[in-house]
C-alpha cells in the first residue's frame, strides 16, 4: 500500500535547437521566481528548478519545461537589485546573454545564488582542474610521499583566505560603495 502523494512525473524539456529530451523528475532545487522575458522585457513568474548544470523554467509545477538555462555555459550569478530595479532580484550571465530573475524573499534569493553558483562552479574547467589534480595529490609517490609534497612539506596556499572576507559591519553587503 502506497503512503502519502502518488509521485506524478514531470514531462521532459526538448531543446528545440537540438531536440535533445532532458529529464526534469527530482530536480536538486525547486521553486517560484520571476523572471524577465527576453524579448518583451515583462516579467513573468515561472516555476524553477535547477537538475545538474541545467536551470529548466516552466508556467506550473507540473508541466513540461518550456526553456532552460545551460549553467554551464554561465559565468556569473550575483545580485542585481539595482540593475533590475526589484527587490530580491540576481542576474544569472553567459558570454551572449544576461537573465534577470527574482525571488519572493531574500533568503530564497540568497539560495538560488548559491545553488546556482555551486552549478556553475561545478561545471567549470578549472573546477575540473583541481578535482584531478587533488586526486593526483592523494596517490603516494615512488618514496613514499604524497605527490606535491616535496620533502617534508606541503603546498601552502592559505595566503588566499583573505580575498573571501566579507565585512560582518556592512549592514547590505549586496550595495557596495
Same mark, same amino acid.
Given at each position: 500500500?502506497m503512503?502519502?502523494?502518488? %509521485?506524478? +512525473?514531470?514531462? #521532459?524539456?526538448?531543446?528545440?535547437?537540438?531536440? /535533445?529530451?532532458?529529464?526534469?523528475?527530482? #530536480?536538486?532545487?525547486?521553486?517560484?521566481?520571476?523572471?524577465?522575458?527576453?524579448?518583451?522585457?515583462?516579467?513573468?513568474?515561472?516555476?524553477?528548478?535547477?537538475?545538474?548544470s541545467?536551470l529548466f523554467?516552466?508556467?506550473?509545477?507540473?508541466g +513540461?519545461? %518550456?526553456?532552460?538555462?545551460?549553467?554551464a555555459?554561465?559565468?556569473?550569478?550575483?545580485? +542585481?537589485?539595482?540593475?533590475?530595479?526589484?527587490?530580491?532580484?540576481?542576474? /544569472?550571465?553567459?558570454?551572449? *546573454?544576461?537573465?534577470?530573475?527574482?525571488?519572493? *524573499?531574500?533568503?530564497?534569493? @540568497?539560495?538560488?545564488?548559491?545553488r546556482?553558483?555551486? +552549478?556553475?562552479?561545478?561545471?567549470?574547467? *578549472?573546477? %575540473?582542474?583541481?578535482?584531478? &589534480?587533488?586526486?593526483?595529490? &592523494?596517490? #603516494?609517490?615512488?618514496?613514499?610521499?604524497?605527490?606535491?609534497?616535496?620533502?617534508? %612539506?606541503?603546498?601552502?596556499?592559505? @595566503?588566499?583566505?583573505?580575498?573571501?572576507?566579507?565585512?560582518?559591519?556592512n #549592514?547590505?553587503?549586496?550595495?557596495?560603495?
Amino acid at each position: 500500500m502506497m503512503q502519502g502523494r502518488p %509521485h506524478l +512525473a514531470r514531462p #521532459p524539456y526538448v531543446d528545440p535547437n537540438t531536440n /535533445i529530451i532532458y529529464d526534469t523528475d527530482s #530536480p536538486e532545487y525547486q521553486g517560484w521566481l520571476t523572471k524577465q522575458s527576453m524579448w518583451l522585457k515583462d516579467w513573468r513568474r515561472r516555476y524553477v528548478m535547477l537538475k545538474g548544470s541545467k536551470l529548466f523554467f516552466c508556467k506550473n509545477e507540473y508541466g +513540461a519545461p %518550456h526553456g532552460m538555462i545551460d549553467l554551464a555555459s554561465c559565468t556569473t550569478v550575483k545580485s +542585481a537589485d539595482l540593475k533590475s530595479k526589484k527587490r530580491h532580484s540576481f542576474e /544569472i550571465s553567459t558570454p551572449e *546573454t544576461t537573465f534577470l530573475l527574482y525571488a519572493d *524573499t531574500e533568503q530564497e534569493k @540568497d539560495d538560488w545564488i548559491g545553488r546556482v553558483g555551486k +552549478a556553475i562552479v561545478r561545471c567549470s574547467s *578549472t573546477y %575540473h582542474g583541481q578535482q584531478q &589534480q587533488q586526486q593526483r595529490q &592523494q596517490q #603516494p609517490g615512488p618514496y613514499g610521499q604524497m605527490q606535491g609534497q616535496q620533502f617534508g %612539506h606541503m603546498d601552502d596556499d592559505s @595566503d588566499d583566505d583573505d580575498i573571501y572576507y566579507e565585512d560582518p559591519n556592512n #549592514p547590505n553587503p549586496y550595495f557596495n560603495d
